[in-house]
């Protein structure tokens, strides 16, 4: 069992930044990839970004590369997610989630086993 709790969400302007951090708890953490996936009201959860166990491959939606950057701390079970040179288009609730899935299905929010609550991220123009 892996337990996630996110942070770090809230309001900002266009172009500005966020960091977002998601704490894991439970068991071999180290183990999971790691991805990041957002909602935003009246659409489907879509995929963000993810960050194998070791952290030495990642990857994004072509939404996001070039903006957003995905980060994990193994020591501290903590994974994040640096959002730069944000747009109203990027507001939505960003949840993180886990998975032992391979590395082709991690944009898939069907591969992911635990999901944490999620936090708002808003994007004002």
């Known amino acids: 069992q892996v337990q996630l709790v996110e942070s770090g969400g809230g309001l900002v302007q266009a172009g500005g930044s966020l960091r977002l951090s998601c704490a894991a708890s439970?068991?071999?953490?180290?183990?999971?990839?790691m991805g990041w996936f957002r909602q935003a009201p009246g659409k489907e959860r879509e995929f963000v970004a993810a960050i194998s166990w070791s952290g030495g491959s990642t990857h994004y939606a072509n939404s996001v590369k070039g903006r957003f950057t995905i980060s994990r701390n193994n020591a501290k079970n903590t994974v994040y997610l640096q959002m730069n040179s944000l747009k109203p288009e990027d507001t939505a609730v960003y949840y993180c989630a886990a998975t032992l899935a391979t590395a082709d299905r991690t944009a898939s929010r069907y591969a992911y086993d635990y999901w944490g609550q999620g936090t708002q991220v808003t994007v004002s123009s």
């Open positions: 439970g068991r071999s953490f180290s183990s999971y990839t």
